[in-house]
């Protein structure tokens, strides 16, 4: 978000840019109002009720564009993977399955514009991904029989996007998928699990799989990353100073496995075991995660295929058909009770539970400063 607005030759240079035009601008804006109980952004939104909130104001702050300044997607158009030449076997990509029908979006595109709203299956899809928070989800936009149209407004929280819906300006946090302002304050969005993988993964899987293409109907640099230099593990959250949990640096990434008795989190750089692969009981809940398939990061070198390697990494349920399978490598990956093979999606590709999918734990990866803002209660797990 930031770094298409504003250039400067280091890091922290831009922040403070950032910082100080919010800061300015807000100043100015409060002075003008005098002892007006408006908030700051009533007369840029009129049509939302901000006399229905779940948060504090305070907590809510400008990121630099305005209202749809980084444009959502309305209207995606799709190649099947295999034409789509453009990706490379490594560039990450969002995988989206709803009721078997699989859809890919590269990250090169959804890093530009954060939101495509779309149609899987006939079920109205909200793509999102805020990159400061290194966060993907998927909401259906479907509320109380009303399908909205999901657009960002320029504003974080946490240092995560919150996004509007265009038919009753509410406003949603992206990471919870909850309305925090407006109509819809303190609704919950029906959330859709998916991954990010490598493109090859998505090719493997099946090379017809619609792709999102780079005709998105805006000029933008698809392929260069306007963050580039962001994930550096060492360095601090671009507008967040919220409470800063001791417990894993800022910028970690980590996966979350969401259990819905608690979360627990698995820091990627221990990921490490040579078989590519961890099986574990997570509140009860019998778990595989396998990251034996790389991909480059989205946010580290100018270019996002020459961006740094890191494991593809999912959660899954080993939970099948009323049994609880387990697994080893030594000859691909195989549950010990059929020897079927499976393939690092989670599906069965040959043997008795062929075509069976293991279900994706609900959670997924982003950075740990934005997980732990919001689920502070999350414990850290090992490998």
């Known amino acids: 978000m930031l770094k298409l607005l504003f250039q400067s030759t280091t890091l922290p240079l831009r922040i403070l840019r950032i910082t100080l035009l919010s800061a300015t601008g807000y100043g100015l804006l409060y002075l003008a109002m005098g002892n007006a109980t408006e908030l700051p952004w009533q007369q ?5 009720d901000f006399s229905r909130m779940t948060v504090k104001p305070s907590e809510i702050i400008s990121g630099g564009p305005p209202r749809d300044g980084i444009p959502s997607v309305d209207n995606p158009r799709f190649v099947a993977a295999r034409n789509a030449s453009w990706l490379r076997p490594l560039s990450p990509v969002i995988l989206l399955d ?69 038919q009753t300006q509410s406003w949603w946090q992206q990471f919870t998928g909850i309305g925090i302002v407006g109509f ?35 000029m933008r640099p698809y392929g260069n990353n306007p963050y580039h230099g962001y994930d550096n593990i060492s360095d601090q959250p671009f507008l967040y100073d919220g409470h800063q949990d001791q417990r894993l640096p800022a910028m970690a990434r980590v996966l979350a496995i969401d259990t819905g008795a608690g979360a627990c989190l698995f820091d990627l750089r ?8 961890t099986q574990a009981i997570i509140n009860e809940e019998p778990v595989l995660i396998l990251y034996r398939s790389k991909r480059h990061s989205a946010l580290d070198t100018r270019h996002i295929n020459q961006g740094r390697l890191l494991p593809a990494v999912t959660a899954y349920s080993r939970k099948l058909n009323g049994s ?56 850290i797990c090992t490998d």
């Not at 299956?121 to 259906?140: H, K, Q, W, Y």
Request: glycine residues 8%.
């Open 44 to 48: 840029e939104w009129p049509d939302t």
């Open 98 to 166: 709803i009721n078997g029908t699989q859809r890919a979006y590269p990250l090169e595109i959804l890093i530009y514009h954060e939101i495509v709203n779309d149609v899987v299956d006939g079920t109205p899809i909200a793509v999102t991904f805020c990159p400061l928070c290194n966060s993907a989800l998927a909401f259906e936009r479907q509320v109380n029989g009303q399908t909205l149209s999901f657009g960002t407004t320029g504003k974080l929280r946490n240092s995560d996007m919150i996004m509007y819906d265009r």
């Open 184 to 218: 819809y304050a303190g609704t919950q969005l029906k959330t859709r699990t998916l991954r990010i993988v490598a493109f090859r993964d998505v090719l493997d899987s099946d090379p017809n799989t619609p792709t999102l293409s780079r005709s998105t109907g805006f």
């Open 270 to 277: 221990r990921l490490n075991n040579p078989n590519g692969m």
């Open 324 to 379: 609880v399978l387990e697994f080893n490598s030594s000859q691909g990956l195989r549950d010990r009770a059929t020897n079927s093979l499976w393939n690092q999606l989670g599906v069965a590709i040959s043997g008795p539970l062929k075509d069976n999918k293991l279900d994706i734990m609900p959670g997924g990866v982003s950075f740990a400063f934005a997980w732990l803002a919001f689920r502070p209660d999350s414990d």
